[in-house]
């Protein structure tokens, strides 16, 4: 026998016949039920009520409401108030007194909507500070439970300062202020930011009623941008530019500083109302200039980086905010105009010779052409008139062709100094840009910096030779390559040319010939200065046709003569008159040539 009832014994004078009928001490059971339900609160289902917290874990919540049972609601709708304890008084909507189990059916969410509404609105009208719960994130912001309805938080009226990570607020409740209701469509708009800006701004106020220009303070890097850094300097921000971040150059913020970083700024400038403070970091450090060393000179030797580039040089830092200017002239002994991107680009490492230095302005100018001896310095020894080499076609002109024979040594072609036969209309008949060319040296015009140069001159005259084989009346086979208004042009030979008007163009049947067709050409004058074959392909066929004319006329007048002179049988007499004859035509042509 347990220790619980061995001591217990039953009632001597106990009805149990009366139990078994219903009736205990002469009352009957319906009035003893009647009796008890009279204990017992009069639950009306669908009304608000308040209940007490008698049990609470983390999946329900067991609230009380004076009914023969206890309501169990989920824990999460009290998930807005982390801090519900056994004993509290909660607000209850009754759903069923009785669902088919005999349980009391509550919910705490229903009952705070029945009234939200109507608080929300209180709670703007009087500008009331309430507590929501932060459930998620969305959109533009976060989601917050106030009073069971959905409110919405904007991002930027989380905090003062911008939030980078959303999620950690959610899950936490926090206070705010109702900013904006739309009653149409029942959205709330709530603010955290708005419950801190008025402490804030009495901040703002003590701090800008104190500013000065040079004055340093502390504060804390609130958001990095491509052009400068902001910095909150407790309550009221300021703007770092980038080109005030470091006496060196910033392409990039993120390398100076970092979010969160607590830093000295100096004051630089304000506006009037104090509403944009100008702020320096790097004028907490001394000018480098100050720190340059003193025995650096004109014509010594730097190294650096090149930090900018443009069309007209680069800037190279030879130490953090000392930066010296190479201009594109200094870079190179050639006069051609270039751009500096073709020799240098940024972050290459140079060594390069100071032209100029002024430490009051704080400019220095470089060059890196200085590293080189200047080839114009002993032009006559390397490039001495009559010597051979091979040159780049830079670019050409109606006259010639610029060429290169190594970097800042130009030199010209004459288009009459191509070559001995072809007649070269432009020099882009005979090479291209970019090509190699073998030339002579002709001149050298040191003062201009500019050599006199032949490609021709690389072979002996052809001319020489064309002089006794083109002679005047001699005749050759040609080809007719082009024809112009004025002629035609005739290739004689690889390297020969010929030129023949229109009507040294006339066939023997009267037709013009064509281009592409081949004949035979008469030379009618030949210039070795001017290098002119002037040729003729109707002489050709006229000169012969001509000759035989003249000799049949000649014929026919010496026949006639003939039948007219008398016959002299006298042998002697006429090998005298013969003589005679011979004698006169030879004094006519001694008269004729004085």
């Known amino acids: 026998m347990s220790e619980l009832t061995k001591n217990v014994q039953p009632l001597n004078d106990f009805n149990w016949e009366e139990f078994e009928n219903g009736m205990v001490a002469n009352v009957s059971k319906e009035e003893l039920d009647k009796a008890y339900d009279e204990t017992l609160n009069k639950v009306s289902e669908h009304q608000v009520v308040d209940g007490t917290v008698i049990s609470v ?4 919540v067991v609230v009380s409401i004076g009914y023969k049972s206890d309501g169990i609601i989920p824990a999460s709708e009290f998930r807005y108030n982390p801090d519900l304890k056994v004993g509290d008084t909660v607000e209850v909507y009754v759903e069923n007194a009785e669902d088919k189990k005999g349980q009391l059916v509550l919910s705490h969410k229903k009952a705070r909507l029945s009234k939200s509404w109507d608080r929300v609105n209180a709670a703007l009208d009087n500008e009331e500070i309430v507590q929501g719960y932060i459930k998620c994130r969305t959109k533009g912001g976060m989601i917050v439970d106030v009073f069971g309805i959905e409110a919405f938080l904007p991002g930027s009226q989380i905090d003062v300062h911008p939030i980078r990570d959303y999620d950690q607020f959610v899950g936490t409740t926090m206070d705010f202020k109702i900013v904006k209701i739309n009653q149409e469509f029942r959205n709330v708009v709530v603010s955290h930011k708005a419950l801190i800006e008025a402490e804030l701004e009495a901040q703002k106020k003590e701090i800008i009623g104190k500013l000065e220009k040079g004055q340093i303070l502390e504060g804390t890097v609130k958001n990095i941008t491509s052009y400068g850094v902001f910095v909150d300097l407790g309550g009221v921000d300021g703007l770092i530019h980038i080109t005030d971040l470091s006496w060196g ?6 390398k100076v500083v970092e979010l969160d970083q607590k830093i000295n700024v100096v004051i630089l400038d304000f506006d009037d109302e104090k509403k944009r403070i100008a702020l320096g970091l790097k004028q907490l450090t001394p000018h480098p200039w100050d720190a340059l060393d003193a025995n650096l000179k004109v014509g010594d030797h730097v190294t650096g980086k090149v930090v900018v580039i443009a069309d007209y040089g680069a800037f190279v830092e030879i130490q953090p905010g000392v930066e010296g200017l190479i201009h594109v002239s200094e870079m190179s002994w050639s006069q051609h105009l270039r751009s500096a991107q073709e020799f240098l680009k940024v972050g290459d490492d140079v060594e390069a010779v100071i032209l100029t230095l002024d430490r009051d302005e704080r400019k220095m100018s470089l060059g890196i052409k200085q590293l080189k001896e200047d080839p114009w310095e002993a032009i006559e020894v390397k490039y001495p008139v009559g010597s051979k080499h091979t040159a780049k076609v830079r670019n050409f002109t109606n006259f010639g062709v610029f060429v290169e024979l190594e970097e800042g040594v130009d030199g010209l072609i004459h288009i009459s100094d191509l070559s001995w036969t072809k ?19 002709l001149d050298i015009d040191k003062e201009n910096r500019r050599l006199s140069l032949g490609h021709k001159q690389l072979e002996d005259n052809p001319w020489d030779v064309f002089e006794a084989k083109y002679t005047v009346g ?3 086979e040609g080809k007719i390559i082009e024809l112009l208004e004025k002629g035609a042009v005739v290739s004689l030979d690889k390297d020969v040319e010929g030129f023949a008007t229109p009507k040294h163009l006339v066939k023997e049947d009267g037709s013009q010939a064509q281009l592409g067709e081949t004949l035979p050409f008469k030379v009618i004058e030949f210039n070795k200065d001017s290098k002119r074959i002037i040729l003729s392909h109707s002489r050709t066929f006229e000169d012969p046709q001509r000759e035989e004319k003249k000799a049949t006329a000649k014929k026919a007048r010496a026949a006639k003569k003939e039948d007219a002179t008398p016959k002299i049988e006298n042998v002697a007499a006429s090998t005298t008159l013969g003589d005679l004859d011979v004698l006169a035509n030879l004094k006519a042509q001694m008269e ?3």
């Open 592 to 594: 004729k040539g004085e």
């Open 423 to 441: 007649k070269v209309k432009h020099p882009s008949e005979f090479t291209q840009v970019g090509a190699e060319i073998d030339v002579i040296v």
């Open 474 to 476: 001699s005749i050759h």
């Open 57 to 60: 874990d983390k999946k329900e």
């Open 249 to 254: 150059r910033v392409d990039d913020p993120h």
